[in-house]
């Protein structure tokens, strides 16, 4: 799907350092969502957005996260410091515009904190 | 809070047996979504329920929606080695939803 490009596509790094994701949604959207999945916890939303305004943030797990929308086209989930138990893969999603409440994913973002 | 829970949590079947999952919720919802995530994937929307007792139909697919809009179905006939992969539904509680809460999900595994 070429609706939104994340980065990186893995990321491995040690506890303790900082770790940016970043989404670049391509088509038209009203909504930007942050999930985290894991096999534990399955798909957890994060954070979403309307129109670049954070909507509901309480699925954030703790202040070391933090997520921002700049602009339209393009936002950030942050991690500061990262910790083993923020392993996961952070997917990206966007909805709204010729979608109507669909939600179209990102390939995702696998990070690996060691 | 919301929670949506799905069973069976696993799947093993033989090529050409039916296959369903089940999902339910602790709330009523406005919709239903399914979504397809391929091994190593993304999810991929695959349909939505809006209407109580709704029963849409996607080739072998066959999605439900409960009467009271807290539990839904799928159900895949005569499976195929590429129906392998996690489905999971998604609920929301209003209408024009700004919040999708994901199923834990059901592993298909399909052997040939």
């Known amino acids: 799907d070429a609706g939104v490009i994340q980065s990186p596509r893995h990321e491995v790094t040690e506890m303790g350092q900082e770790v940016t994701l970043r989404c670049k949604p391509i088509?038209?959207?009203?909504?930007l969502f942050w999930y985290r999945q894991t096999m534990m916890r399955g798909l957890e939303l994060l954070i979403y957005f309307n129109n670049n305004v954070p909507i509901d943030d309480s699925g954030m797990p703790e202040d070391r996260f933090s997520a921002k929308m700049p602009n339209a086209s393009f936002s950030t989930l942050k991690i500061q410091p990262s910790e083993p138990r923020d392993s996961a893969v952070y997917f990206c999603?966007?909805?709204?515009?010729?979608?109507?409440?669909?939600?179209?994913f990102g390939a995702g973002s696998r990070l690996t904190v060691l | 809070g919301q929670q949506v829970m799905q069973i069976p949590q696993y799947q093993h079947v033989q090529e050409g047996e039916d296959f369903t999952t089940y999902c339910n919720s602790s709330?009523?919802?406005?919709?239903i979504q399914w979504y397809k995530q391929r091994p190593g994937g993304h999810p991929v929307f695959l349909i939505q329920l809006v209407k109580s007792g709704e029963v849409k139909k996607q080739e072998r697919l066959t999605f439900q929606f409960g009467e009271a809009k807290k539990n839904s179905s799928l159900h895949i006939t005569a499976t195929q080695t590429t129906d392998v992969g996690t489905y999971f539904c998604?609920?929301?509680?209003?209408?024009?939803?700004?919040?999708?809460?994901f199923g834990t999900g059901t592993r298909l595994q399909v052997f040939p």
């Open positions: 088509s038209g959207h009203d909504y």
């Open positions: 998604a609920g929301s509680l209003g209408y024009n939803t700004d919040k999708l809460i």
């Open positions: 999603a966007i909805m709204g515009g010729a979608g109507a409440n669909v939600l179209t």
């Open positions: 709330t009523t919802l406005s919709n």
